[in-house]
């Protein structure tokens, strides 16, 4: 238990559905990053908010979307993907410039 | 932007045998961290270790800033330290494709 929470950790979408991946950090830390994990590829960074304001967005398309309501609260919502967007999610937390903590992921399949 | 290079890609070991795993750099940076992924992808901190060496139980890491790299020790591998292991540094976090280790009974 790392203290960062992720919901659902399996999710089997079509191509016309809308769903949402939530994350919840209970550290009390300031940035929340998301990041992609495909196969056979390194980890990919796709957004990270700082005291809830997006300070990086790393060339996502725009069926990601990515919401921060506060410094505890991330979610990622999806819409219209592909099959190729199949990965597993990873949510992590930290102080701005500090160590990362990471969640257990939501392993997604995109049908 | 930065690189990460990690070796070996890829290392099987005997129980009870021990590891140097290594994270090679290309820029100065002021934060570095290492990670292990279980099976089930679950990414868990081992080391935070910008600059200089430390220890947790059997593993232990050595981070040299001027050189730019830096070392990660297993030692009396069990099974269960089998999965990938991985270096990232920089703000925010860049990572390397990871070394994955196999430790056979």
């Known amino acids: 238990e790392t203290g960062v929470t992720q919901t659902p950790r399996h999710l089997v979408m079509g191509m016309t559905n809308k769903k949402s991946l939530k994350c919840e950090q209970h550290?009390?830390?300031?940035?929340m990053y998301w990041y992609k994990q495909s196969a056979k590829k390194p980890l990919e960074l796709m957004f990270v908010?700082?005291?809830?304001?997006?300070?990086e967005n790393n060339s996502v398309p725009s069926r990601f979307s990515p919401e921060c309501p506060n410094s505890s609260h991330l979610f990622l919502h999806l819409h219209t993907l592909q099959p190729e967007d199949s990965a597993l999610y990873l949510c992590?937390?930290?102080?701005?410039?500090?160590?990362?903590?990471f969640g257990p992921g939501t392993r997604l399949l995109v049908l | 932007g930065i690189q990460v290079e990690q070796s070996p890609p890829d290392l099987i070991l005997q129980e009870g045998a021990n590891s140097t795993l290594r994270c090679n750099f290309s820029d100065s940076v002021n934060n570095l961290q290492w990670f292990h992924q279980n099976p089930w992808g679950q990414l868990i901190n081992l080391f935070y270790i910008p600059s200089g060496t430390k220890q947790n139980g059997r593993l232990s890491a050595t981070t040299v800033a001027t050189e730019r790299y830096s070392l990660l020790y297993i030692s009396s591998s069990q099974t269960t330290d089998s999965g990938v292991y991985f270096c990232a540094v920089g703000t925010p976090l860049v990572f390397g494709k990871g070394t994955r280790l196999s430790v056979i009974a």
């Open positions: 908010y700082n005291f809830k304001e997006q300070t």
């Open positions: 992590a937390s930290s102080r701005v410039g500090g160590a990362q903590y």
């Open positions: 550290l009390g830390h300031n940035a």
